[in-house]
T-cell receptor
Framework: DTGVSQNPRHKITKRGQNVTFRCDPI?????LYWYRQTLGQGPEFLTY????????KSRLLSDRFSAERPKGSFSTLEIQRTEQGDSAMYLC?????????????FGSGTQLSVL | SQQGEEDPQALSIQEGENATMNCSYK?????LQWYRQNSGRGLVHLIL?????REKHSGRLRVTLDTSKKSSSLLITASRAADTASYFC???????????FGKGTKLSVIP
């Protein structure tokens, strides 16, 4: 069991640059989620995929953020024109969709610092 | 936005003591889950309790749910130094895919 893998673990960028993060879910999991977490807070939902379809997106997600999950496998989260307020831990989680299963498996996250 | 609110925000106990954390939420739920997070790491699922259940056990963990008060509690018995972590409750509403997390309780278990 390789678990949920996220790359890179850390990313430092300058304000205004674009960044992209990658998430590899557990292989048989068809549900994939992105969350953002700032210091001292709980994770905040960003978006959800079932297979390759993006089915839910937070109202808080600005148009600078975009996520994809081509072929329903790995996913990428891109932030364009980064701002200092984007500094956070970006967490990916996956799960297997069947009745009664609501448990999420999280990756270790990508820590983004925008200077 | 975060629906759950954990209480207390921080808790410090001696090894061997029990730790109790509480969670309150605002809207009706399908289920409530507890997760644990070690510093700088991802979250690990601990236990799930459905809206029609009142109590659930898993090893040293006991979770209760009171839907009339919109609250839940997590009890860790006979705590160990390795239990030191942040604990989050998360709720899932009917018809929604997302889990909504609280701000967490930071537990420190002193050896």
């Amino acid at each position: 069991d390789t678990g949920v893998s996220q790359n890179p673990r850390h990313k430092i960028t300058k304000r205004g640059q674009n960044v992209t993060f990658r998430c590899d879910p557990i292989s048989e999991h068809n549900r994939l989620y992105w969350y953002r977490q700032t210091l001292g807070q709980g994770p905040e939902f960003l978006t959800y995929f079932q297979n390759e379809a993006q089915l839910e997106k937070s109202r808080l997600l600005s148009d600078r953020f975009s996520a994809e999950r081509p072929k329903g496998s790995f996913s990428t989260l891109e932030i364009q024109r980064t701002e200092q307020g984007d500094s956070a831990m970006y967490l990916c989680a996956s799960s297997l969709a069947f009745v009664g299963n609501e448990k999420l498996f999280f990756g270790s996250g990508t820590q983004l610092s925008v200077l | 936005s975060q629906q759950g609110e954990e209480d207390p925000q921080a808790l410090s106990i001696q090894e061997g003591e029990n730790a109790t954390m509480n969670c309150s939420y605002k809207t009706s739920i399908n289920n409530l889950q507890w997760y644990r997070q070690n510093s700088g790491r991802g979250l690990v699922h601990l236990i799930l309790i459905r809206s029609n259940e009142r109590e659930k056990h898993s090893g040293r963990l006991r979770v209760t749910l009171d839907t009339s008060k919109k609250s839940s509690s997590l009890l860790i018995t006979a705590s160990r130094a390795a239990d030191t972590a942040s604990y989050f409750c998360a709720t899932k509403g009917a018809g929604s895919y997302q889990l909504t997390f609280g701000k967490g309780t930071k537990l420190s278990v002193i050896p």
